[in-house]
């Protein structure tokens, strides 16, 4: 009988411990997610923003090339062309 009692508080004794194990490497987990998000947050905002920025203003450079090339070899001057070139020009002249 007193042996069958120190089997069932030891077995107690161990799912306790393996509770606390299992608590503790959860929220360690949930910490170090909480970390993870905000370095992926952080990634995003610092290096892929100004990256896509680039890139748009990559794509209306070519569109300006585009049209400005058309522009020459067709022999005729677009006014309107100017203007867009104008306007875009002073868009992203504050990026760089």
């Given at each position: 009988?007193?042996?069958?009692?120190?089997?069932?508080?030891?077995?107690?004794?161990?799912?306790?411990?393996?509770?606390?194990?299992?608590?503790?490497?959860?929220?360690?987990?949930?910490?170090?997610?909480?970390?993870?998000?905000?370095?992926?947050?952080n990634?995003?905002?610092?290096?892929?923003?100004?990256?896509?920025?680039?890139?748009?203003?990559?794509?209306?450079f070519?569109?300006i090339?585009?049209?400005?090339?058309?522009?020459?070899?067709?022999?005729?001057y677009?006014s309107?062309?100017?203007?867009e070139?104008?306007?875009?020009?002073?868009k992203?002249?504050q990026?760089i």
């Amino acid at each position: 009988m007193l042996k069958n009692i120190k089997m069932t508080s030891l077995l107690f004794t161990l799912v306790a411990i393996m509770g606390f194990s299992l608590i503790g490497i959860s929220l360690l987990g949930i910490n170090n997610m909480k970390t993870l998000s905000g370095d992926m947050n952080n990634l995003y905002n610092e290096r892929m923003l100004p990256s896509l920025e680039l890139k748009l203003i990559e794509t209306e450079f070519y569109k300006i090339r585009l049209s400005l090339a058309q522009m020459v070899y067709s022999n005729n001057y677009d006014s309107t062309l100017r203007t867009e070139y104008r306007q875009t020009k002073a868009k992203y002249r504050q990026f760089i």
